[in-house]
């Protein structure tokens, strides 16, 4: 990635961003024609409030893109969640660097529990296996009903719901310490 971007934990002063990335995340899944959790900007701000966010911002002000940690099962889990990119800021390196400086956190934080992500999207898969990601079914990443509860906006509930949380058309990945090697 180069210079003209900015990687930062977000914070307060980011909050006039949330509606934004909000509503990138739904029009790039509908763009896909893949589901999506759909977020609200008070749920973004609330990431950020706690930490638990990192923002790319272009040195013109621009947000460039965005994601999220949440901690599951008292602290055995840690999901990475919400990456974006801006439209026009994407194939620039910001989504791999964004997800890489998520990882690093967690893993810093947490540096015993798994860490796991669900995406539709190829560029997340291949970051998530350059990091030490392995695909895992549904039902291994989290028992943590409260992270299925984040589902229920996305257009492809009903097949999460039908299978008990064990199947759906997102790709679930993990990173378990005890398993892999850190790159």
Known sequence: MNTEFKIEIASMKHIGYAELICQTMETSALARGTGISKRLPEDIIHKMEEGKAFIATHR??????????EVWDNGKSVSNSG???APHYRNKGI????KRKLFRRCRQLF????IF?????KTVMKINSQLGFKPMPFGDLTADTQYWKGCQSCCNYDILQRTNCKFCLCTGMVFDPAESREK
Request: aromatic residues 20%; hydrophobic residues 45%.
């Open 83 to 85: 990456l974006i990119v």
């Open 117 to 121: 992500s669900i995406t539709t999207t």
């Open 95 to 98: 989504a791999e660097a964004l």
């Open 111 to 114: 540096p015993y529990a798994k």
């Open 60 to 69: 013109n002000g621009d947000w460039a893109g965005f994601g999220y940690f």
